[in-house]
C-alpha cells in the first residue's frame, strides 16, 4: 500500500532576489523514500517514509511555502546551524588571549542575553550554493555551500562550509557537514530538523510525540543552568526521568520536577554520548512509534546530542497543510558537539585551525515495522 505523496512545490519554494536564488531540491531513492530539501539555510524540509502499512508520510515539521520560513516564530526548522549550535554564555569567548564578542541574540535567559545558533545572520539565514549530483552508484545527492568572512557575527577567521545530503537506498539519509579556515576559530554545526513519526500533518494537541518512545545512547547529561548553559558539570542520569538508555516514552519523563525540565512541558537537554571517537560512527539515538510502526535510528561522529521537544511552540506558527504546532508537536534531535565549548575548559575542544578541518557525518537510518 502506498498513500499520495503531496510533496512540496517547487513554485512554492521559488524566487530571485539582489543578493539570493531561491530553490527546492528533491531526492528519491529506488524504495520511493522521498527527501526535499531549500537553499534557505540549507534545510531538510520533508522527508516521506513509510509506516508499517507502506503508506507514506512526512515526518518533518515544517511549511508548504518558502515564506512560512521566512516568517515562522520558530526559526530553525530543519536549517543547518552555525557557526556554534546552541548557546554561548555571555555572548563571548576568549581565544588566544583576544576576547571575541558575539551577537546576543538569544532572548531566553535574563539579565545576560547570550549567543545563539551563530547569531542573526547566521547560517539558518542565508541562501545557499546548491548542486544536485548523483554518486557512480547512483544515489542521488545535494551539496550545499557558503562563506563566512572573518568577523561575521563575531568569529575569527574566514570559514568555508559544506554540507551534503545524500540519500541512501538503504533507507537512510547521510549529512556531511565539512569546514576550513584560515585562522583558529571555534566550529560546531548541526541540522535542527523536528520530527513526528505520525508525519507532520494534521498533528492536533492529541497527535504529538509524547507517546514516541526515545532512546540515547548517553550515560550523562550536559548540566545547564536555568539560562540553558552549560556549567561545566556532566550529571549521571541513572535513576533519574533522564534516563533514556533503555526506551520509554518522552511523555514518561514530564511526569516530575527536575532541575532540567519543565513539568508536563518540556525540556531542551544536552546528552554527553557514550561510544568511542575518533571518526567512527556511534549509535546516538532510536525513534519509534507505535502507532505508525515507524522507526528512525540515528549514528553519529559527534560527541553529544541536544534532545528538545518544542516546548516553546505555542499554536503561532501554522505548518504543513494549515497545521498549528504546540508544544511537543515534534521532537529535535541534534548531533553536535559539547555546547558552549568555547568558554568551558573541561569539554572537547570544537576549534579548527588552517590544518585541522571540521567534519560532521550523521546518518538517519528509516525503518518500519
Not at 100 to 113: E, M, T
Amino acid at each position: 500500500m502506498v498513500c499520495q505523496m503531496n510533496l512540496l512545490s517547487a513554485s512554492a519554494f521559488s524566487g530571485e532576489g539582489s543578493t539570493f536564488s531561491a530553490e527546492l531540491v528533491t531526492l528519491k531513492n529506488r524504495n520511493g523514500l522521498v527527501a526535499q530539501f531549500t537553499n534557505y539555510g540549507a534545510r531538510w524540509v520533508s522527508m516521506w517514509t513509510p509506516d508499517r502499512d507502506g503508506c507514506m508520510g512526512d515526518i518533518l515539521l515544517g511549511f508548504d511555502t518558502l515564506d512560512g520560513y521566512l516568517t515562522a516564530g520558530e526559526q530553525y526548522h530543519g536549517a543547518i546551524v552555525g557557526r556554534v549550535c546552541g548557546r554561548i554564555n555571555n555572548a563571548r569567548f576568549t581565544l588566544e588571549g583576544q576576547e571575541f564578542l558575539l551577537a546576543s541574540n538569544d532572548a531566553y535567559g535574563k539579565p545576560v542575553r547570550n549567543h545563539l545558533h551563530g547569531g542573526m545572520a547566521a547560517f539558518h539565514n542565508r541562501f545557499w550554493k546548491s548542486r544536485l549530483f548523483v554518486t557512480p552508484s547512483g544515489e542521488e545527492a545535494v551539496e550545499f555551500t557558503t562563506c563566512s568572512p572573518n568577523g561575521e557575527e563575531g568569529y575569527p577567521g574566514n570559514l568555508e562550509v559544506k554540507v551534503t545530503y545524500l540519500l541512501k537506498d538503504n533507507n537512510t539519509l547521510r549529512m556531511e557537514c565539512e569546514a576550513t579556515t584560515d585562522r583558529l576559530t571555534p566550529v560546531n554545526l548541526t541540522n535542527h530538523a523536528f520530527f513526528n513519526l505520525q508525519s507532520s500533518s494534521g498533528i492536533t494537541d492529541k497527535k504529538n510525540v509524547l507517546s514516541h518512545n526515545l532512546t540515547l545512547n548517553a550515560s550523562a547529561i550536559i548540566e545547564c543552568d536555568n539560562e540553558l548553559i552549560p556549567t561545566g558539570r556532566l550529571l549521571p542520569v541513572n535513576g533519574t526521568l533522564l534516563d533514556f538508555r533503555l526506551p520509554h516514552t518522552i511523555a514518561s519523563s514530564l511526569t516530575e520536577e527536575h532541575s532540567q525540565i519543565q513539568k508536563g512541558k518540556g525540556f531542551s537537554l544536552a546528552y554527553a554520548l557514550d561510544g568511542e571517537s575518533g571518526g567512527e560512527l556511534n549509535f546516538a539515538a532510536c525513534l519509534s512509534d507505535e502507532i505508525s510502526g515507524r522507526k528512525m535510528d540515528i549514528y553519529t561522529n559527534q560527541q553529544s546530542v541536544q534532545v528538545y521537544n518544542g516546548y516553546f511552540m505555542d499554536g503561532t506558527d501554522i505548518g504543513k497543510g494549515g497545521t498549528p504546532y504546540y508544544a511537543s508537536a515534534g521532537i529535535a534531535i541534534e548531533t553536535q558537539g559539547y555546547p558552549d565549548a568555547p568558554n568551558q575548559p573541561s569539554f572537547s575542544s570544537i576549534l579548527i585551525d588552517k590544518v585541522e578541518k571540521y567534519r560532521h557525518i550523521t546518518e538517519y537510518c528509516f525503518l518500519s515495522d
